[in-house]
């Protein structure tokens, strides 16, 4: 007489393993990261510490628990509530889980973004994932796609060369499908007054989806192993977002308080990150005290666009809502030369009639700045900082 299957307890499956290696991240992150060892030293800086870890569990959960390469979609990355690894309120991102075996196609319009780009991520060789170690394998922008009259387009995610130049009168475009691809992001840029909501509160007004051409079956049944994998992927992607110990910095990054790197574009920095490759950034900490601004004067190269935001240390936006904590290139109202002043502070100095521009740092005595500066025809100027006692303005 055959045997019937034997049963299964919950702690014999590699799901139950997997699920506490998602736990034991978890503790360890609030542990470990935000000790006073890596300079966490105050109630701010660990409240916004959790925040950011589960932040970060949020993005690998909709990301790698749920994300299938078979059958993708474009999820957004951040949002007002979910900031990791330099948010950014001028951009809307999109990501999307792709393997390299199978072929895809990329259907949207092209509204009124300022610039559009698409970059290929593989796996970091350690296994890491997340925003810090995922290295760029492939990428095309809007310069070069050709669109439609009405903005419409299309992209072949494949190997080889599609054979159609034209899909239903929609320009079919190509992006190569490298070895070892294993997820897309997407970037839209806005330069918005501030009188509108920030562009990232706008995802559901741009036009982009994604198919799998590769004939796939119906979703199978999660299998232990793969649900296994999902949460290990779930894991990796929280611990890649520690983040805070930069031991050897791409050259954009400046250690030295109050001072920013010099502007590199990112396919000259050499460094494995979600940065998208034809966009100059620069980087730098502010150290102030209650009663001092930093000051930052410098000139915007003729570029696609450029913006300053400001970081907490884990690099998540301040809050953008109902604060001015960044500006664009339309609310630095530089002048015709391309001249401008940005003052930091925690409160608004300036003078009826000033012309300088003010980001709010919410009080926090440290944080992050960084400049973007997109597809700037030369080499943008480094902006010159200099802190100043409130009391001078």
């Known amino acids: 007489m055959s045997q019937p299957p034997r049963k299964t307890t919950h702690k014999e499956t590699r799901s139950h393993a997997a699920f506490h290696q998602l736990l034991d991240q978890l503790r360890e992150a609030a542990d470990e990261w935000l000790s006073p060892e890596r300079g966490i030293d105050s109630e701010v800086e660990v409240v916004e510490g959790l925040r950011n870890i589960l932040h970060l569990l949020s993005g690998g959960l909709d990301f790698y628990l749920e994300g299938d390469p078979e059958r993708p979609e474009f999820r957004p990355v951040v949002s007002p509530t979910r900031k990791f690894m330099g948010d950014n309120p001028d951009a809307v991102y999109f990501w999307a889980r792709i393997q390299d075996d199978l072929e895809y196609r990329i259907r949207g319009t092209r509204g009124d973004e ?71 992001l997407t970037r839209h840029y806005f330069e918005l007054d501030e009188a509108l909501p920030p562009a990232v509160t706008r995802p559901g007004q741009i036009e982009l989806h994604i198919e799998t051409i590769t004939p796939v079956g119906p979703r199978p049944p999660l299998s232990d ?31 030295t308080p109050n001072e920013v790197g010099e502007p590199t574009v990112f396919r000259m920095a050499e460094t494995d990150a979600w940065g998208a490759v034809d966009i100059a950034y620069s980087m730098g900490p502010f150290e102030l005290a209650p009663d001092e601004a930093l000051v930052m004067e410098g000139q915007l190269p003729d570029c696609a666009f450029a913006n300053v935001v400001l ?21 630095l109202h530089a002048g015709p030369d391309g ?51 409130l009391a001078e303005f």
Not at 227 to 253: E, I, S, W, Y
Not at 353 to 377: K, M, N, V, Y
């Open 114 to 184: 300022c610039y559009v780009s698409f970059t290929v991520h593989g796996r970091a060789s350690d296994g890491t994932l997340g925003p810090a170690a995922e290295p760029v394998l492939g990428d095309g922008n809007d310069r070069n796609f050709r669109v439609a009259d009405d903005g419409r387009f299309e992209i072949a995610l494949c190997r080889e060369k599609p054979s159609v130049t034209e899909n239903d009168g929609v320009p079919v475009n190509w992006i190569p499908l490298p070895e070892g691809a294993a997820s897309l």
């Open 225 to 255: 192993d793969a649900f296994a994998a999902r949460l290990h992927d779930t894991a990796a992607f929280v611990n890649g977002g520690k983040g805070l110990d930069l031991p050897n910095p791409p050259p954009f990054v400046s250690t």
């Open 311 to 331: 970081w907490n240390r884990f690099l998540q936006c301040f809050e953008y809502r109902d604060r001015s904590v960044s500006k664009n290139r339309k609310q």
């Open 339 to 389: 001249r401008y002043r940005v003052i930091c502070a925690a409160s608004d100095p300036r003078k009826p009639g000033s012309t300088d521009s003010w980001i709010d740092t919410e009080g926090h005595a440290r944080g992050q700045i960084f400049w973007r500066f997109l597809l700037p025809e030369e080499t943008p100027e480094k902006p010159v900082c200099k802190v100043v006692p």
